[in-house]
């Protein structure tokens, strides 16, 4: 899983980054010329759990990967998305536009005034350009070779819809064609989330920046944090977080709200596999069948895929143990169509 940080230039995005992954990245670092790129684990009960019962020394969590991108080179502040910045962000799963609603007298907003609703609709335009640019180019190539197959179809389809102002996520698509799509790894296809960057005194406030409505007309979830109280909050000695974040109002960490928000809006959940040497949590789409699944864990086990032995979690621990789970039917064999749910726990038999 992996989220792209975009958003115009000194909207806070390294600061977020931050706040969020627990690293040092150089903040205002307008010269910097490379992304930064951070892991961070989901904490999952489940799996501590597990490893205490199936006594595994190591535990693996799901995780994230951020990516900030870094400031886009010698061109105008105002196009954010410049060659390496494209590069580094269609490798990404889902985007997350970091939205500048802090005032700050000395940090120049590229456009001049704080505005972040016109951020929001400027990004989603920008978006749909660079996409509409890589469509037709493909367009114009399939063209040439006369090759008016079920690809250039779709890609029409793609431009009218662009030439619209509507972003590729909002396009309805059968699954084939959805697939095919995503080879293109086109930004406007990916989901994207808004986090609204607030000053502290917008703090408290659910919509200090008065986004909902905007959000609500595009089909886009915000979240809102004051990237820079947070990284602060992140450099104080774990104890005494709590307390400073009580006194503030600030809520909940940045990272705990951000992987929740994550994981809901993109409709993610875990598996659980206990090998014998370790409990592991995999990230995978609500919906994925448990072929998808085995796929996350090893080309070979989807390919060799014969089944899945599934028991919910709850079940198991209601059991107690696996031998128990067994003997009340709760351990199910499961085939490549099973729909996984969250907390299953999986051992797959495979044949390669
Ligand atoms: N007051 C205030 N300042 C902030 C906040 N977030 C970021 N800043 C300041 O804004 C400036 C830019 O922050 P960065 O995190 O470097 O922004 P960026 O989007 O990564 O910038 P580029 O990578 O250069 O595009 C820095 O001086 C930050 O200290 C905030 O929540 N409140
Ligand atoms: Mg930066």
Redesign the pocket.
Known sequence: MKVGLIGF??S????V?NSITGAH??????G?RDA?VAVIKVPDERVDRLSEIFQLKKKVYAEIEFI????AEGMDEDRVLDGAALTVLKSADALTHVVRAFKNDNVMHPRGKVDPVRDVLAMEEELQLIDLIQIEKRIERLEKEHRKDQEYDLLLRCREHLEAGKPLRSLDLSSREELLLRSFSLLSQKPVMLLCNCGDDGLGEEDPAGLSETAAKLGLDFITLCGSLEMEVNGLPEEERAAFREELGMGEGSRTRFIQFAYTMLGLISFLTSGERETHAWTIRKGDRAVDAAGVIHSDIKRGFIRAETVAYDDFIEAGSMAKAKEKGKVRLEGKEYVVQDGDMILFRFNV
Do not use: L, M
């Not at 990245?25 to 307008?30: D, T």
């Not at 900030?68 to 400031?71: C, L, S, T, V």
């Open positions: 230039a000194r806070g995005k390294t600061t980054f990245a150089e903040v205002g670092a307008y910097n930064n900030d991108i870094a400031p």
